[in-house]
């Protein structure tokens, strides 16, 4: 800027005559705008300093030792280097800060810069990455155990959804996509077994990154994003887990796996699909039904309200709508004990309930009973967690654990 208005001066300057001597640089060839070359300049200094793959541990952010490593569809490199490709972004970054030379930019400069560049020109999308893989020995039986963050980019993502999954996971979310959804499955690569060498650490290093890719691949394609079959392959085992769980009280653990499978959910965008699929509300709701019964059972009445909150949006209708529904009502068998947890918990913790409590009064002028409506931990208790291929077995991580 201040190049530009220097510029703009002698400019001035030299038609007032004031400075012949200028005449002389631009008759010797000197560009009238000195400063595109230094903005060039930093644009070749962004992309040297963003190669790579950027990694948020501590206070600073490293470089990847490997840069070919993060030359894959959802590497943070690419992210990077489409933002550079967007006009707003390489002088919104200010690349000649001073704050950013070096060999070190800290963390926090660059959340304030992805919070400024957010709203304008960052697009969110979700990373797989890979930050564990174990050889597992049961009995006879040996594999390779891969640990998954799934990271919302555009953003410092605090809360990662995590996921544990072996290659015969992947296999069999193969077999059902490709079954369900052959054509979008077209041009899905899926890393094949090997014969010998499934154990050595550069097969499981190539397998990991292919995995990265191959989820990648998979929620960059909108039909298969939005696939029951590609949402359950990361949350349902989680869901399943904390109902195990809760069923057999061992609520804080049943807390950790609900709110994991929560994260999973709200990463992979399953809010936004509950008009349109029912199991995908089922889910939802069950998670945030399950949180509440483990929260209350923990004397946690705080966050056990803000789930009941959470859920009643999702699920109450309106007074107007309720009237307009010949009766008896086809009420949600969640939605009376959610709206008398709701009461109580509000109560509990000083809060206005009057909401609740009236829509609890015209479903019970409808009709209904609502003395005999059964408790919220025996609704989530009988609830029978199916995936969108009829399948409702129940061994789980609680299973295991019991």
Not at 84 to 95: M, R
Not at 142 to 161: A, E, M, N, Q, W
Not at 207 to 233: D, K, N, T, V
């Amino acid at each position: 800027m201040a190049s530009k208005l220097l510029d703009r001066l002698r400019r001035t300057l030299f038609k007032e005559g004031e400075h012949p001597a200028d005449a002389d640089e631009d008759a010797d060839g000197t560009d009238d705008f000195p400063e595109s070359s230094e903005l060039e300049d930093d644009t070749d200094y962004v992309s040297a300093k963003l190669g790579g793959t950027l990694s948020f541990e501590g206070d600073a952010v490293l470089d990847s030792e490997d840069a070919g490593e993060a030359s894959g569809q959802d590497s943070d490199s690419d992210f990077f280097g489409e933002s550079l490709d967007n006009p707003c972004s390489s002088t919104d970054i200010s690349p000649t800060s001073p704050t950013l030379k070096g060999s070190n930019m800290l963390t926090r400069q660059l959340q304030e810069s992805w919070r400024s560049l957010r709203p304008r020109c960052v697009s969110e999308k979700l990373i797989f990455e890979v930050t564990d893989a174990n050889v597992v020995q049961e009995m006879s039986s040996k594999y390779v155990l891969y640990t998954i963050h799934v990271i919302r980019s555009g953003t410092f993502d605090k809360t990662p959804g995590v996921i544990t999954r072996r290659y015969t996971d992947f296999e069999r979310l193969h077999g059902r996509l490709r079954r369900r959804h052959g054509d979008e499955m077209e041009g899905v690569y899926f890393p094949r077994k090997k014969l010998r060498r499934n154990f050595a650490a550069e097969t499981i290093a190539k397998r990991s990154r292919a995995f990265e890719q191959y989820l990648g691949h998979l929620h960059s394609l909108p039909e298969l994003r939005a696939a029951p079959i590609f949402l359950e392959f990361f949350y349902l085992g989680d869901l399943r887990a904390g109902q195990m769980l809760l069923r057999v009280g061992r609520y804080q653990e049943a807390v950790g796996a609900l709110l994991n499978a929560l994260r999973l959910q709200e990463k992979l965008g399953c809010q936004q699909l509950l008009q349109q699929q029912p199991l995908q509300k089922a889910h939802w709701l069950f998670t945030l039904a399950a949180l509440v019964s483990c929260f209350q059972d923990l004397e946690q009445p705080i966050e056990a309200q803000e789930n009941c909150d959470r859920a009643l949006q999702d699920l109450a209708p309106s007074p107007e709508a309720l009237k307009q529904q010949p009766p008896p009502p086809q009420l949600h068998p969640l939605l009376v004990p959610l709206l008398q947890a709701n009461v109580r918990l509000s109560w509990k913790i000083s809060k206005d309930k009057r909401r609740w409590e009236a829509l609890l009064q015209d479903i019970q002028e409808l009709g209904v009973d609502l003395g005999s409506q059964l408790i919220l931990k025996e609704c989530l208790i009988k609830e029978n967690l199916e995936d969108s291929e009829g399948d409702a077995k129940s061994k789980s991580k609680g299973e295991e654990h019991a």
